[in-house]
């Protein structure tokens, strides 16, 4: 990680704002900002001040931003605010006003390390047969 950002109570829920960032991760910095543009979401003006930030965090370090790489970014629930509205019978019906975390971090392009490979698994039924040879003695 060479620089972050972080940006903390957005008014958005965690789920849209992902929808966002999904299209972005992994990217080039300035090319995610450019992708950013033209992408017709409402977080996506959250995202890019974040993103923002967090190259001009890198730049103040003596970087260039066409070296930067999108390694890792987060959109993590926040708190919910709570609102009531009359409903019928006078009951009240609760209204969620969600918010959100988002988190950035930048790396150097040559720096990004590639995802580790998963294990492969062992077969359920292969541990069956074991243990049903270990219970018959």
């Given at each position: 990680?060479?620089?972050k950002a972080e940006v903390r109570y957005i008014r958005g829920s965690a789920r849209k704002i992902r929808q966002v960032i999904d299209m972005i991760r992994g990217m080039n910095a300035v090319e995610?900002?450019?992708v950013l543009k033209f992408i017709n979401k409402k977080p996506t003006y959250y995202v890019s001040k974040v993103l923002h930030s967090a190259v001009a965090n890198a730049k103040s370090k003596?970087?260039?931003a066409q070296t930067l790489v999108i390694s890792k970014i987060t959109a993590d629930e926040?708190?919910?605010?709570k609102r009531y509205r009359a409903a019928t019978f006078g009951r009240a019906g609760e209204i969620l006003k969600k918010t959100s975390h988002i988190k950035v971090e930048l790396d150097l392009a040559h720096q990004t390390a590639p995802a580790?490979?998963?294990k492969p698994k062992k077969?359920?039924?292969?541990?069956?047969?074991?243990r049903a040879k270990t219970s018959k003695k």
């Open positions: 990680m060479i620089a995610a900002m450019n003596g970087l260039d926040g708190p919910r605010w580790p490979a998963e077969s359920i039924l292969k541990r069956r047969v074991v």
